[in-house]
């Protein structure tokens, strides 16, 4: 898709990530083709941590880590039991999109788009539009039970770097407006900022 946005020559982007309810790392490329240097978005904390800290790792301990880099969602599950904590850290991608950004989420982003969406947020080159989104950031996965059933249960919880704990708070935006109005909010905010270049 950047590679259609930088062929088009667009000006400014608006991504629209109302009701996404989130589920993989496939958000990493959507934020890593804004940013202009390395992000590190924040670190999953699994049980094997807590079971050992009765407190959050420290930022000496999250700077010693070497960044996650996987990508399937299965791989993730086994590396965060296994070690107990990841940082996430995003890279810059080309084509680097460099005009205003605008995000818009509403109170069904969830998960993943969290994650996203908090990204864009601490990086500074984009704006969140819309409402709050849903605060659901723990990382679940599946475990088979007798006769067919499936239970899915917590295995780590998410703390962005720059703004805390996501689980219960959602992440806030930057121009408030209900969900369905917050795309064309985006769009006159987007025709402003060029409008001021």
């Known amino acids: 898709a950047y590679d259609e946005i930088a062929r088009a020559g667009s000006r400014a982007l608006v991504i629209d990530l109302r009701g996404n309810e989130g589920g993989a790392f496939a ?40 960044p996650w880099t996987g990508w399937s969602v299965s791989a993730f599950w086994r590396s965060v039991q296994d070690v107990g904590l990841l940082r996430i850290r995003m890279t810059p991608e080309q084509p680097n999109f460099d005009g205003p950004v605008f995000v818009v989420v509403d109170g069904r982003s ?20 819309g409402e709050p989104t849903m605060g659901h950031m723990l990382s679940q996965s599946p475990f088979d ?8 249960l917590p295995v780590a919880d998410y703390c962005s770097a720059k703004h805390g704990r996501i689980e219960g708070r959602g992440v806030p935006v930057d121009v408030e407006a209900p969900s369905e109005d ?14 001021e270049r």
């Open 27 to 66: 958000v990493k490329p959507l934020v890593e083709h804004v940013i202009d240097e390395p992000l590190d978005a924040g670190y999953f904390m699994s049980q094997k941590w807590n079971a050992a800290h009765d407190r959050l790792p420290s930022t000496e301990e999250l700077t010693a880590l070497p």
């Open 110 to 129: 969830a998960s993943a788009t969290e994650l996203a969406a908090d990204a864009f947020r601490a990086s500074g080159l984009a704006r969140l539009v």
């Open 145 to 152: 039970v007798v006769d067919g059933f499936v239970v899915s």
């Open 182 to 195: 917050a795309l064309e909010r985006a769009k006159s905010l987007a025709r402003a900022a060029l409008a």
